[in-house]
């Protein structure tokens, strides 16, 4: 079955980066994106970006463009998202997402979330 | 504030049927395609509805949705008592070329 497991929570300081990863099995990780969803505390979901298995192509959300980096490891069927420059409003539960297309939000299968708290 | 909007609440008795809208402009729900989410609190968001209209298997008929101009909404039949949660809808956004979510309707079963 398909599964999308992320690494453990983290606690950085204010300026600081992070790399959260995700894990995939189940399927052929190289026939499909993998997208990344934030939610902040009692908060909504927030679309980050996404990041193609098989080739290098990347669309992040503008918001967050140069501070955000998405990479996969094909050999691993891993992915990787990278924040950097942290601020206290980035802390959030990280999630990554399986979905078909790259410019449709519909997401079959999601990671556990991983917790990123930003404080001093 | 969120791109589309959605009603931050919602609520209905069991075997009631609930609604919940989704509002959004020309740019994403007006040229794009609407998904819905199940998110049960302290769990990951569940995918229940795709291609506005299209139920993953293994989601219930009681979840159907419908899509008109830039809106879209969300139909919960015969309510139960596990549907309380949390409800979001997303499209593309093609002028913020990006995905773009509602804010969450919660949903009480009363």
């Known amino acids: 079955q398909v599964q999308l497991v992320q690494s453990g929570a983290e606690v950085k300081k204010p300026g600081a980066s992070v790399k959260v990863s995700c894990k995939a099995s189940?399927?052929?990780?190289?026939?499909?994106?993998l997208s990344w969803v934030r939610q902040a505390p009692g908060q909504g979901l927030e679309w980050m970006g996404w990041?193609?298995?098989?080739?290098?192509?990347?669309n992040y959300a503008q918001k967050l463009q140069g501070r955000v980096t998405m990479t996969t490891d094909t050999s691993t069927s891993t992915a990787y998202m990278e924040l950097r420059s942290l601020r206290s409003d980035d802390t959030a539960v990280y999630y990554c997402?399986?979905?078909?297309?790259?410019?449709?939000?519909?997401?079959?299968?999601w990671g556990q979330g991983t917790l990123v708290t930003v404080s001093s | 504030q969120s791109v589309l909007t959605q009603p931050p609440s919602a609520s209905g008795t069991p075997g009631q049927r609930v609604t919940i809208s989704c509002s959004g402009s020309?740019?994403?729900?007006?040229?794009?395609?609407v998904s819905w989410y199940q998110q049960l609190p302290g769990t990951a968001p569940k995918l229940l509805i795709y291609?506005?209209?299209q139920r993953p298997s293994g989601v219930p008929d009681r979840f159907s949705g419908s899509k008109s101009g830039t809106s879209a909404s969300l139909a919960i039949s015969g309510l139960q008592s596990e549907d309380e949660a949390d409800y979001y809808c997303?499209?593309?956004?093609?002028?913020?070329?990006?995905?773009?979510f509602g804010g969450g309707t919660k949903l009480t079963v009363l």
């Open positions: 997402a399986k979905g078909h297309n790259w410019n449709e939000p519909a997401f079959d299968y």
């Open positions: 189940g399927y052929s990780f190289a026939t499909y994106g």
């Open positions: 990041i193609s298995a098989y080739n290098p192509n990347t």
């Open positions: 020309s740019s994403n729900i007006g040229s794009n395609t």
């Open positions: 291609n506005n209209n």
């Open positions: 997303a499209a593309w956004d093609d002028s913020l070329n990006g995905g773009v």
